[in-house]
């Protein structure tokens, strides 16, 4: 990590290459240039110029060039920068050749974002995926990377595995890999088994998915009132968040907040991240926000739709939920009864959102008492699990008001003495 009492942070130089070949996903323009110097900022780094390529094909041993190359070295002597990073993704020679050109340290987006996530993460699990996906990205790298440069510590793109260790054990970081997968599967299964006990009792689970700051953790806070850090940065959000949602009287809903999401998203990350994101497509629904505010939402919209598509997630249910309306100045807006048009901040177009889910989420809970014998202590206990218990009085029996779902229903039957009726089997009809 950065140190904030060093006078000096990572000075950088930003390049790009837009070459034909290289497909809308891959290229370089102005605006991802702008975006990986959010990024750059969000790591503790501050960029002194840019160079931009265009260019029809990569250069096979550059990237952007030789000529340009040689533009990227005298701005880096002329504005003393210690980085060099590139917007597009470099193979292991690439970055190799180019760091022993420049003579300066020379990362791409990928390792930009997990120096980040690696700054980010805060649980266990996080920080092994996190870890996960650094030696997984630096293991191809290993050869002679960085053995021209002084090793600076808590520089950008240090954070977490070492290069010294890196370089001298491959045969340790293999062992590390394999380790760390098998720790992450242990990890799913525990979510699979909560996963399982979430449907046994009907809890239904509502995942908010999105671009990096659209606003989700500020709506999970409006939604629920949490008080989960929403600040104005990307990937503020790193490990998943889960709060209850009480959607109305009878429909209560678990509602989590996943990590953001962005151009070029790193697939090893997304590898890693496996354990985290697969819960996307176990979900009853998924809330997009969408920073309505954002000139670009529409190419961010797709990123999204991408990702969930590659986690498996493309059939679940979902309501868009165009985020920061009261910074929007367009003239197009929103229209369908699954599109809420909302501002997390203000709380405009909650009160539409609640609604928008509860029709999408009918569960078919009912209200209920119940009569429980004395002598039946385990059932109240189970209806503090796994239901809504409103009120619990001690007469004749104990009498519980609560809320429960068409399975509890069932199993609570012979204790309920108003608010639902079997239905008749058809020969009792």
């Not at 239904?204 to 990096?212: I, K, M």
């Not at 790193?238 to 429909?251: A, K, V």
């Not at 961010?300 to 997630?313: F, K, M, N, S, T």
Request: charged fraction near 30%.
């Amino acid at each position: 990590m950065i140190d904030a009492n060093k006078k000096s942070i990572n000075r950088a130089v930003l390049v790009g290459l837009n070459a034909f070949c290289l497909g809308k996903e891959e290229n370089a323009t102005e605006s991802t240039l702008e975006e990986l110097e959010d990024l750059l900022k969000t790591a503790g780094g501050e960029a002194v110029g840019t160079v931009l390529q265009n260019k029809d094909t990569p250069d096979p041993r550059t990237f952007i060039g030789e000529g340009k190359v040689a533009e990227v070295k005298e701005l880096v002597e002329r504005s003393g920068a210690d980085l060099v990073l590139f917007d597009n993704s470099l193979s292991p020679s690439q970055q190799r050749v180019l760091s022993e050109t420049l003579q300066v340290t020379v990362l791409d987006r990928s390792a930009l974002i997990l120096d980040i996530f690696a700054q980010r993460a805060r649980t266990r699990e996080g920080r092994l995926q996190v870890e996960l996906a650094q030696y997984q990205y630096l293991l191809p790298r290993l050869t002679g990377m960085w053995t021209h440069l002084e090793r600076q510590e808590g520089a950008i793109g240090t954070r977490g595995p070492g290069e010294t260790q890196l370089e001298t054990d491959r045969r340790h970081i293999r062992r590390k890999i394999a380790k760390l997968k098998e720790e992450l599967e242990a990890v799913r299964r525990v979510r699979g088994v909560q996963r399982e006990r979430r449907i046994k009792n009907e809890v239904p689970v509502v995942a908010l998915v999105g671009y990096t700051n659209a606003g989700k953790s500020t709506l999970l806070n409006r939604l629920t009132g949490s008080d989960i850090p929403a600040n104005n940065r990307l990937f503020d959000t790193l490990d998943t968040t889960t709060r209850t949602l009480e959607i109305s009287d009878t429909c209560t809903v678990l509602l989590s907040d996943t990590v953001g999401f962005i151009r070029k998203l790193p697939h090893h990350l997304v590898e890693a991240f496996k354990a985290t994101l697969e819960e996307l497509s176990y979900a009853d629904l998924l809330l997009h926000v969408i920073d309505f505010s954002n000139p670009e939402w529409r190419e961010q919209a797709e990123v999204v739709e991408r990702l969930i598509q590659e986690l498996g997630a493309s059939q679940t249910p979902r309501i868009d939920v165009f985020n920061k309306s009261d910074c929007y100045t367009g003239e197009w807006l929103p229209r369908g009864e699954d599109r809420v048009l909302l501002s997390a901040k203000t709380g405009r177009g909650v009160d539409e959102l609640l609604r928008a889910i509860g029709q999408r989420l009918d569960t078919g809970a009912h209200r209920v008492v119940l009569h429980l014998p004395y002598d039946q202590g385990g059932l109240l206990e189970q209806l503090y699990r796994d239901a809504k218990v409103e009120s619990v009085d001690y007469a004749e029996h104990i009498v519980v008001t609560a809320v429960l779902t068409p399975i509890l229903l069932g199993r609570m039957q012979n204790y309920i003495v108003e608010g639902w009726t079997p239905p008749k089997e058809p020969w009792e009809e």
